[in-house]
């Protein structure tokens, strides 16, 4: 990564920074960059102030909080020339929670949007501040060319730890009686217009069997062993999936994954192991079942039992669900679809493995596509970067929204 050395390069008189400067945007930017959103802090602080620029147009914000009141969702309308609020609007769509930098080396304040060269850095540039940001500074152009239909800014609180806030925020929409034609996550595609995604399940397993000295394993029941006799049948079926499944070739893995990401287990090797519990998790094309593969988990799980519970009645294998989000499938000829390839550069579609909080709009009947600055593997790093081209390029997005959002010229 061409991070810079020093602070040294943070220089107002940067020839890069008078670039990033001529962004329409780019105020806006460092505005929403500069609060520290970390997912466990309250998003409070940006939400005020997001819902106090937008007063000062005379639009209003309904917000949703979460259970402490610590963090809230912030959901506004810009109305349609002729009042409707309601129906036909478009969605812009945005977390504001970021993930934590404890521990990574940053070469400049991660809490600042800070222009190097051809670059943007700071803690939220690409992963997801800059879309809402330039869609929140072009507030004022689409008030003065005025709108045919609604125009809805959605902002979230703790999509990093498991896209927990949208859900109220939806929920909200429900409520309300809105109904959205379309909605545009600006999560990073490099400005690529993406209509699917993956879903993801994932789970925890939960080994308990019975400690023995080691000299006399046949007293035992062997938590670790059994845990990953279930760990080997998972890779089995991940080397299924990929040879054997169904593919879908648009997709940048054209297969279902599944995977163990953790394990612990056992306390001393002279100990055969009382404990072990792993977690696993699917990530599924729109046409594999997660939770047929999870049954045939829990299944082959079975077939232990018996053999354990010989040696000591006390012992199981027991699965925690951890997670579901659900696969995003948006016709590539919807509306949004067509607006989203009208507002970029119109070059190919995209279907992604990583999900999204796309998808709990879409699953609320809410067609859904993803386009937003910047690439995916720049986010969550150390030094997370944006190039000043790709949030030149969300500008021209919106431009272009407008032109097909708005009335006059
Ligand atoms: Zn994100």
């Known amino acids: 990564m061409n991070a810079p050395a020093t602070s040294e390069h943070l220089r107002p008189a940067d020839a890069a920074i008078t670039r990033a400067e001529n962004l329409h945007a780019w105020k806006m930017i460092r505005t929403l960059v500069g609060f520290d959103t970390t997912s466990r802090e309250s998003n409070l602080a940006l939400i005020d102030w997001v819902r106090a620029y937008l007063e000062d147009f005379d639009v209003e914000s309904t917000l949703t909080f979460d259970d402490d009141r610590r963090k809230a969702n912030l959901f506004a309308t810009l109305p349609a020339r002729d009042g ?11 977390h504001t929670d ?9 070469d400049t304040p991660p809490f600042e949007a800070t222009a190097i060269g051809d670059k943007v850095y700071g803690r939220g540039v690409t992963d997801m501040k ?3 940001a330039t869609g929140l500074a072009f507030v004022p152009e689409f008030l003065r060319r005025g709108l045919a239909r609604p125009l809805h800014f959605a902002l979230s609180y703790d999509e990093e730890v498991g896209c927990i806030g949208v859900h109220r925020l939806i929920a909200d929409i429900g409520k309300r009686g809105l109904k959205p034609a379309g909605c545009i996550v600006g999560e990073p595609t490099g400005m690529q217009l993406v209509v699917a995604h993956k879903g993801k399940m994932s789970w925890r397993c939960r080994v308990r069997g019975h400690e023995a000295h080691s000299s006399l394993t046949p007293k035992g029941v062997n938590a670790v062993q059994i845990a990953c006799e279930i760990v080997a049948y998972i890779a089995r079926r991940a080397r299924e999936f990929r040879d054997h ?49 999870f049954r045939d988990v829990e299944t082959f799980a079975q077939t232990f039992i018996a053999g354990m519970h010989a040696v000591a009645p006390g012992t199981y294998v027991a699965f925690d669900h951890m997670s579901t989000l659900p696969f995003m499938d948006t016709d590539d000829r919807s509306e949004i679809a067509k607006i989203g390839h009208g507002c970029n550069h119109g070059s190919g579609v995209g279907r992604v493995s990583y999900g999204t909080e796309a998808a709990l709009f879409y699953n609320a009947s809410i067609p859904t596509v993803i386009c937003g600055p910047g690439h995916i593997d720049q986010a969550h790093q150390p030094n997370e970067w944006c190039e000043v081209s790709q949030l030149a390029e969300c500008e021209t997005f919106m431009r272009r929204l407008a032109d097909r959002v708005c009335i006059g010229a």
Request: glycine share 10%; proline share 10%.
């Open 84 to 94: 409707n609020v309601v129906s036909n609007g478009i969605v812009l769509s945005g």
């Open 98 to 106: 970021v993930v934590p930098v404890d521990g990574q080396p940053w």
């Open 130 to 132: 800059s879309f809402s």
């Open 245 to 293: 499944g169904h593919k879908e070739p648009t997709y940048d893995v054209p297969f279902t994954t599944v995977h163990v990401g953790t394990i612990k287990g056992g306390t001393a090797l002279n100990i055969v192991p009382r404990d072990c519990q792993f977690d696993f998790e699917i990530r599924h094309l729109p046409f594999d079942d997660p939770r047929a593969f």
